[in-house]
């Protein structure tokens, strides 16, 4: 992980007061968190649900143009703070208050001007890092920057991250260093004036992490404030952190400049060897004695004796307090004012270039195009999967044409002729129930970063979700009925072909319903198990292995919950309804021999699986009847499988959201 320049770093503890020297990141306001009294608690146990309490009244501050390390062993609650302190977690378990400036945050503004960089932060493996960053400045930029002025500040981004070289790289091609600075990169593109970072050196080596604290140090430098959570710290490391806020089975610790740690503990003759990392010595007393006096001291985060003085404005270098801000004046700055090309000292308006009040920096069918479109670009990228689709309907087309070769056309072979019919219903369900049952499980770490840093809503990634799978499903489809319709004689009739075509698409489209909803509720594993499971009701009350008839009457209600009954009495009124003639009994054989077919009458196919019947099944005022009945009842077919298709997806919906937010 290199950079083009070496990182001039400023001395210990002394916020920088150097001026930003990229128009990128100059800010008109400087943001301090502070919080009171926080505490979390969470259900643990299975059977027995019992609270644990994780936060225990804790305080503290965080000034701006800081970088800040909340450090402490495992389990003393440093993620569930930075969640609590980024608005990730707001829920009801949480209690204390959160001040941005002096001022009760504001959580809708509030997450304008921050960004959360989360511990397993990954990317679409199939971009390259300058697709990556066109989408993501697409998403997060409304209208009040041209193209040009964004790729300007993309390009500006990555040189000042030293990504330039990897521009045309894949994500998936980068080391972890490089994945770290493009996950910053991304998150920089509206310039937040607050970034989080859960647990920030996770999965780097000693090199690695240094120059990705490094890089840090260096956008605290350049006007931003950085809050990070960081297990178990090199000395050097410890020693770049302009602020420590340390934690210990809940509590605070110590607050304060990282240089006055060794004094501090010193007080309570805790002496740390010469020559050891102060950061190691603090985890030892974490772990290995007893915290209560450290917290009286520190008066669980209240103290602010260890603190240096109150950071430097950038403009004049001179000391200032920093001003209680309303709810109104917490404007979304960076997301709106024009930075590219413009001068680093000019103070802007943000309202002359957008609706503060909106939460996303883009509308919603802008949202909804670039996400249709990068989700177009990933399957393109790897079309392996969508060949092999295609070509496995193919395949399996061909072989089910050859299997049941002009089988429509011989009066003895309806039976025949309707297992086609419930096959091709069996095998496009399940077909496109796999497609999509493994796509939210893999996404959903990317879906909750990018939308809890309001990249776009929820709503417009689950229709692009939605709508990018039905090109290739309806090519599948299409392809399939095509080849079998044909190989096994079905009735050369242009309104039959284009229904039968047509409730097959739908029962895919309701499949499609299922698996999202399947994808909403289990992980990929216990989804493959799960689905099959309970997709076994819809196939036993299909209506093909035991009919409506011939079951107890307090089962008949199982059928009309069932879309592959619905599914397969459309294909069957497709194909043998609608006064369809009587069929030959065997073109093909001996005249000399007497050959006798007890279903000529495709009507009496119908009746005989229960699918329709009459009061006189043997008169031509019974066929008529049936005729009528049929298109009543295919148009019944029609709308319940739309129900299905709306009410999969809308059940899947509000799953999905409930879990994006906890």
């Known amino acids: ?77 440093k993620s569930s703070l930075m969640d609590i302190l980024s608005g990730y977690n707001v829920g009801k378990n949480v209690t204390g208050s959160v001040k941005v ?26 971009l390259t890092v300058k697709e990556a960053m066109k989408f993501s400045a697409n998403l997060k930029i409304g209208k009040e920057l041209s193209s040009e002025e964004k790729q300007f500040k993309i390009n500006e981004i990555l040189e000042n991250l030293g990504l330039t070289d990897k521009i045309n790289t894949m994500t998936e091609d980068l080391s972890g260093g490089q994945q770290k600075r493009l996950s910053i990169a ?50 050097a490391i410890f020693e770049t952190f302009d602020h420590v806020y340390a934690l210990a089975d809940g509590h605070c610790i110590y607050q304060g400049c990282s240089k006055n740690l060794v004094p501090y503990l010193r007080e309570f003759d805790l002496v740390c060897p010469k020559f050891n990392n102060p950061a190691d010595f603090l985890i030892e007393v974490a772990h290995e004695c007893p915290v209560h ?12 004796n260890y603190f240096k003085k109150q950071p430097e404005a950038f403009e004049n270098g001179k000391n200032h307090t920093l001003p209680k801000l309303k709810a109104t004046e917490i404007n979304p700055i960076s997301a709106c004012v024009k930075r590219a090309k413009i001068n680093a000292r000019q103070i802007l308006d943000p309202k002359n270039y957008c609706n503060d009040s909106d939460l996303y920096s883009t509308s919603f069918l802008r949202q909804f195009y670039y996400l249709y479109v990068r989700r177009l670009l990933l399957i393109t990228r790897n079309p392996s999967l969508s060949i092999m689709r295609l070509v496995i309907h193919i395949v399996v087309a061909i072989f ?33 129930y796999s497609s999509l049952q493994t796509t939210f499980p893999s996404e959903l770490p990317i879906v909750k970063m990018e939308h809890f840093n309001r990249w776009y809503s929820f709503t417009a990634y689950y229709l692009s979700l939605v709508f990018a799978d039905i090109p290739i499903q309806v090519l599948c489809t299409v392809a399939y009925i095509l080849i079998t319709y044909f190989l096994t004689s079905q009735p050369f009739e242009w309104f039959r072909f284009i229904a039968f075509l047509m409730i097959n698409l739908l029962c895919t489209f309701v499949a499609q319903g299922y698996g999202i909803l399947v994808s909403s509720l289990f992980n990929v594993k216990w989804g493959t198990i799960l689905g099959n499971f309970f997709i076994s009701p819809f196939l036993i009350f299909s209506g093909f292995f035991i009919q409506f008839n011939h079951v107890q009457s307090w089962l008949h ?36 021999k007497i050959q006798f077919c007890f279903f000529t009458d495709p009507n009496k196919l119908i009746r005989e699986k229960g699918i329709q019947d009459c009061a006189n099944n043997s008169t031509k005022k019974c066929a008529d009847v049936m005729y009528e009945d049929q298109k009543t009842n295919f148009y019944i077919v029609i709308v319940a499988l739309i129900m299905f298709i709306i009410l999969f997806r809308v059940i899947a919906y509000c799953i999905m959201r409930y879990r994006l937010k906890h």
Request: charged fraction near 20%; glycine fraction near 6%; aromatic fraction near 12%.
């Open 101 to 126: 400036n002096g001022t009760i945050r504001d959580q809708k503004q509030f997450r304008h001007m921050s960004s959360y960089i989360m511990q397993d932060h990954i990317q679409h493996p199939l």
């Open 186 to 235: 991304l998150e920089m593109v509206d310039s937040p004036q607050i970034m989080f970072f859960d647990e920030v050196t996770t999965g780097l080596d000693s090199s690695s992490s240094t120059q990705c604290i490094y890089l840090l140090k260096k956008l605290v430098m350049l006007g931003q404030t950085i809050i990070c959570t960081i297990h178990q710290p090199s000395a």
């Open 293 to 304: 006096e450290l917290v009286i001291k520190m008066e669980n985060g209240r103290n602010k």
């Open 557 to 592: 209600w199982f059928f009309h919950f069932s879309f592959l009954k619905y599914a397969l009495e459309g294909g069957v009124y497709a194909i043998f309804g609608f006064q369809r003639k009587k069929l030959e009994c065997d073109e093909n054989g001996d005249d000399d």
């Open 400 to 432: 089910i044409g050859i299997l049941y070769y002009q089988i429509g056309l011989s009066a003895k072979n309806m039976m025949n002729n309707f297992n086609y019919i419930f096959y091709t219903v069996m095998f496009l369900m399940y077909t496109a």
């Open 1 to 77: 992980m290199e950079f083009s320049a070496p990182l001039p770093l400023p001395k210990q503890c002394e916020t920088s007061t150097a001026e930003a020297t990229t128009s990128i990141l100059k800010y008109p306001k400087d943001i301090n968190i502070s919080f009171d009294n926080i505490n979390y608690t969470t259900k643990i146990g299975f059977f027995k649900r019992n609270d644990k309490h994780i936060l225990k009244n804790l305080s503290g501050e965080f000034r701006s143009r800081q970088l800040t390390a909340i450090v402490g062993p495992s389990g003393s609650g």
